[in-house]
């Protein structure tokens, strides 16, 4: 899968350009959201990629750190126009964060959950937790299931992840672990670990938003 995201890194934000007037009114109301959860927040954003959701906690919070696995993406990020010198992008590995230096008191992780093996779920909330803090904001949003959006599902019977067959530009062919929760999993998996608990499940996205507990 990282040698997918390095090879997708100049066309990724293509994703966000679809035609499709409900996907974009979710997807509108995603950046409005993540804009008022990080005001003032000094935030570890991980799986940061090419910084398109950065560009929105930048106008509102005091400090951003993306963090993402993938050179090419991180390049991309730094490359950008940021008015307020608020963004800061490092390599580093998402299950790894105590590595990360800063402090902060909020975390985002945007369209990354999906990627992670069901059974390291566990493992990556509680390193993103206790890099995080007791009493900071998290907010995460992925893809709600669309048949026939984003390439072709693949399951197995001897794997409890799900997979997308993808093509990129070039050509070339992948296989990428995706998968996809409903609000009851996404409740399952959150409400132990927070508190002030938030979940959204619309047509295209889902997001929870909540306080480490």
Not at 103 to 109: I, K, N, Q
Not at 148 to 170: F, M, N, V
Not at 177 to 204: A, C, M, T
């Amino acid at each position: 899968m990282q040698d997918y995201y390095g090879a997708r890194a100049a066309e990724y934000e293509r994703i966000y350009a679809r035609e499709d007037a409900d996907y974009q009114q979710e997807l509108a109301m995603l950046a409005d959201i993540v804009k008022k959860q990080v005001t003032g927040g000094r935030v570890l954003e991980v799986a940061c990629g090419t910084g398109y959701w950065t560009q929105f906690m930048a106008e509102t919070a005091k400090h951003i750190v993306g963090v993402d696995v993938r050179p090419e993406v991180l390049q991309i990020a730094a490359s950008k126009s940021w008015p307020l010198h608020n963004a800061t992008f490092v390599e580093g590995d998402a299950y790894r964060l105590s590595e990360v230096k800063g402090d902060f008191d909020s975390g985002l992780a945007n369209f990354w959950f999906s990627h992670i093996p069901k059974n390291r779920l566990d493992s990556f909330l509680q390193g993103f937790h206790e890099r995080l803090g007791r009493g900071a904001r998290v907010f995460i949003a992925d893809n709600v299931y669309v048949p026939g959006r984003g390439g072709e599902l693949i399951t197995s019977e001897h794997s409890e992840d799900t997979y997308k067959r993808r093509e990129l530009a070039d050509g070339s062919k992948h296989e990428i672990i995706k998968n996809y929760y409903s609000y009851e999993e996404l409740n399952e998996i959150f409400k132990p670990l927070s508190e002030n608990l938030r979940i959204f499940v619309g047509s295209s996205f889902w997001y929870v938003s909540y306080i480490v507990a």
